[in-house]
């Protein structure tokens, strides 16, 4: 059974899931109140992070144009342009094995696609969540719900994988930026 996290909660993720290596990351969300004739592209992202909050090199950061880090740790699995249907729109596989020495956290995001030339906002977006599934079982371990705590957003860091202790950890993050992708550039440290 899932464990549901709320914001700023923290769970072990391979103390409590021994052996556990190859995960998977869903993403998913949909849209409520929108009416501008734009599609809404909503895009999943990964930030492998040193010790420091910053990405060692623009390699580390994972999207829909570099879909897989050389280590093959992270692997960013297809762009949904529409977020329409059930379940994950979005998914993001993980190897805890091959993740380097030097990346201590994995931070999760989702932008809007051009969100301000198409004028759409995280405040138009509902049900989003983040969930973490042993690849093996297809489980799911640990999920949080977003809610609607979003208004002029356009870039969420939903989820962090970290390092603690020799163990991964989660931790339930949903922090919104306006500025979108370039955004959580600056933050991370990628050149975009």
Do not use: C
């Not at 990405?55 to 977020?83: A, C, M, W």
């Not at 489980?139 to 962090?160: H, K, N, P, W």
Request: glycine share 14%.
């Amino acid at each position: 059974m899932a464990i549901s996290l709320a914001k700023g909660q923290k769970v072990d993720l391979t103390k409590t899931n021994p052996g556990l290596s190859k995960i998977l990351i869903g993403l998913g969300w949909d849209i409520k109140r929108y009416d501008g004739g734009e599609a809404f592209d909503l895009d999943a992202s990964a930030f492998m992070l040193g010790a420091d909050g910053k990405v060692p090199g623009d390699d580390e950061f994972i999207f829909y144009n570099q879909p897989k880090h050389k280590s093959g740790g992270v692997e960013y699995l297809g762009d949904n342009r529409t977020g329409e249907g059930e379940g994950d729109d979005e998914q993001i596989k993980v190897d805890l094995s091959k993740i380097p020495e030097n990346v201590q956290k994995i931070d999760f995001t989702v932008t809007i696609h051009e969100a301000d030339k198409r004028k759409q906002n995280f405040g138009q977006v509902e049900n989003a969540f983040i969930r973490v599934v042993n690849e093996a079982s297809n489980e799911t371990l640990i999920r949080y719900d977003l809610g609607e705590d979003f208004s002029i957003e356009t870039a969420v860091v939903v989820g962090e994988l970290y390092r603690h202790g020799g163990e991964w950890k989660f931790s339930a993050i949903g922090s919104g930026f306006q500025g979108g992708l370039a955004a959580l550039g600056k933050n991370f440290g990628v050149n975009l």
